[in-house]
């Protein structure tokens, strides 16, 4: 099955830095969401991304579906970014949605 | 606010004991999920309803039983469960079954004794 590896695995930064946050995976896919979790739990669709590019906000995420790869781009980070970021890919073959590990991130002020 | 209701927030059970989780979403979806969040482990997909009717079943024991009775509401039973079932358990929904944006409600945080 297609393999999602999520880069880097944890991430602390300071109240108005910038970050990046990589997903690879390892087959053709056409479907590729990024989702935030929150400290308590809850899971919220940030973008559904199979390929080009995408802002909303100070976050924008692309997807380069020929090099298997997507990033995740938080710009003037915030306290209430912090918590764990996952990517999920699912292709024609199947249907479902395999999560990454996650990047875990803390915003401190 | 997703418009993907779980209840309860929290559940703590014994072994022999049997409980239901419920889901309800507002978003006049037609797919409907379970998944499972395991400490330091990725989401797992355990079920998955596509107009009610049951289209993936992930090798999940039989002590977890599903039940989706129309597009709205998804139920997962439990009985019997083992301590390593502790876990959050994730409902989510979708318009279709099929490479749609998920939606996902706040979860069950279950601890078994």
């Known amino acids: 099955g297609i393999q999602v590896e999520q880069s880097p695995p944890d991430l602390i930064l300071q109240e108005g830095a910038n970050s990046t946050l990589r997903c690879n995976f390892s087959d053709s896919v056409n479907n590729l969401q990024w989702f935030h979790q929150n400290p308590w739990g809850q899971l919220i669709n940030l973008f559904y991304i199979p390929s080009g590019t995408k802002q909303n906000g100070r976050l924008s995420a692309t997807t380069v579906a020929t090099e298997r790869y997507s990033l995740l781009y938080i710009s003037s980070s915030q306290t209430t970014d912090s918590g764990v970021y996952f990517c999920?890919?699912?292709?024609?073959?199947?249907?479902?949605?395999?999560f990454g590990q996650g990047t875990t991130l803390q915003v401190k002020p | 606010e997703t418009g993907v209701t779980q209840t309860p927030r929290h559940l703590v059970m014994g072994m022999t004991n049997k409980k239901s989780l419920k889901c309800e979403q507002h978003l006049g979806h037609n797919a409907m999920y379970w998944y499972k969040q395991s400490a330091k482990k990725p989401l797992e997909l355990m079920f998955v309803y596509n107009f009610k009717e049951q289209t993936e079943n992930n090798s999940v024991p039989s002590r977890f039983s599903p039940e989706c009775p129309n597009s709205s509401h998804l139920f997962l039973h439990l009985h019997t469960l083992q301590p390593e079932d502790s876990a959050l358990y994730l409902c989510?929904?979708?318009?279709?079954?099929?490479?749609?944006?998920?939606?996902f409600g706040s979860g069950t945080q279950l601890s078994v004794l």
């Open positions: 989510a929904s979708s318009r279709g079954w099929d490479n749609e944006k998920l939606f």
């Open positions: 999920a890919v699912g292709s024609s073959n199947t249907g479902k949605l395999i």
